[in-house]
């Protein structure tokens, strides 16, 4: 009996510095704040869905130092099981995230260390993890030959897969029809289209190409507005949740694919699975930080039940 979700990606120790804006090349300005706490797209979107209430396997790699016991607590804590290879000759992963200390918008920078190195060698010595999962998620902060390896044994186990393309990047043509769902956001969508993604319209349009390359169905994120979950047999705008003042924006869409990822797992429609995840998402971006912002089920299902 397949359950919970199996997500392959990277770790990395998130470096966020506040500040009223970036500073230019040569200059130094003073901060507001910093924090250091886990981040990385795989390992948040694997806190988002425990937290969310599923059963979580994540898969990846470390290195052997202190970011990775960073790594290691984390999951135990939030009682994800940890398919993690150790590489002592690579650091584990670090981002450094600039929040501007007004509107909490982001812009970062990611190594991703270790987990750069991950295989599809290393993707297949974890193949029963993901055939067992109900659903599987990968994106693209491993090298893509990876990420492919997983959606190939996962659809060949029958999972659900959902594939995050991000950081944006242009793929082979072969992984478009792995993916059951894939998650973009505007600049991501329009990067893999070629086509502007500024409104719902022209996520439609962006929706359309990207079922033309064998997808089952976009769910293109669009920050404030919502989301649009897009298929041939549908295609509905998902409302955003305002869940209060906006503090940081770094890990929405993480919260996002792995809240939509949870609810799966559970069996909701897709359309109440994207309805979930747009307020898990609502919720995160009112918290400092990314995975530390990922609320509970509990959180979630209140925000649900205002409307």
């Known amino acids: 009996m397949k359950e919970g979700v199996a997500i392959l990606g990277i770790f990395v120790a998130d470096l966020a510095f506040r500040a009223g804006r970036m500073p230019a090349i040569g200059e130094t300005i003073a901060g507001s704040g910093f924090a250091m706490g886990p981040g990385g797209k795989g390992s948040n979107q694997a806190v988002a869905a425990a937290r969310a ?10 290195g052997a130092d202190d970011f990775a016991a960073v790594a290691r607590a984390t999951w135990q804590r939030e009682g994800i099981v940890a398919r993690v290879a150790e590489d002592t000759s690579r650091p584990t992963g670090a981002a450094f995230i600039y929040v501007n200390d007004v509107t909490g918008e982001n812009a970062i920078i990611v190594v991703p260390g270790a987990a750069g190195a991950i295989s599809a060698a290393d993707v297949s010595a974890a193949a029963d993890a993901i055939a067992g999962a109900a659903v599987f998620v990968t994106q693209l902060e491993q090298p893509i030959d990876a990420a492919q ?55 439609r349009r962006a929706g359309d190409v990207l079922l033309g390359r064998g997808v089952g ?21 998902i409302p955003a949740f305002n869940a209060g003042p906006v503090v940081e924006t770094a890990g929405a869409g993480d919260a ?32 400092p930080g990314t995975a530390p912002a990922m609320p509970m089920l509990e959180e979630v299902q209140a925000l649900l039940a205002r409307g």
Do not use: K, M, W
Request: charged share 15%.
């Open 256 to 287: 996002f694919t792995g809240g939509f990822a949870a609810a799966l797992a559970r069996g909701e429609t897709p359309e109440r699975a994207a309805r979930f995840a747009s307020a898990l998402a609502g919720l995160s971006v009112t918290r």
């Open 53 to 62: 209430g599923a059963s979580v396997t994540f898969i990846s790699r470390l």
């Open 217 to 237: 169905t976009a769910l293109i994120t669009l920050g404030e507005n919502g989301a649009l979950l897009h298929s041939r047999s549908q295609s509905l705008p």
């Open 149 to 203: 390896r997983g959606l190939e044994i996962a659809r060949a186990a029958g999972a659900v897969t959902i594939f995050n393309p991000a950081p944006a990047a242009l793929l082979p043509e072969a992984l478009y029809g792995l993916c059951d769902y894939i998650t973009p956001n505007e600049s991501e969508a329009a990067l893999l289209t070629g086509l502007p993604v500024t409104s719902l319209e022209e996520a």
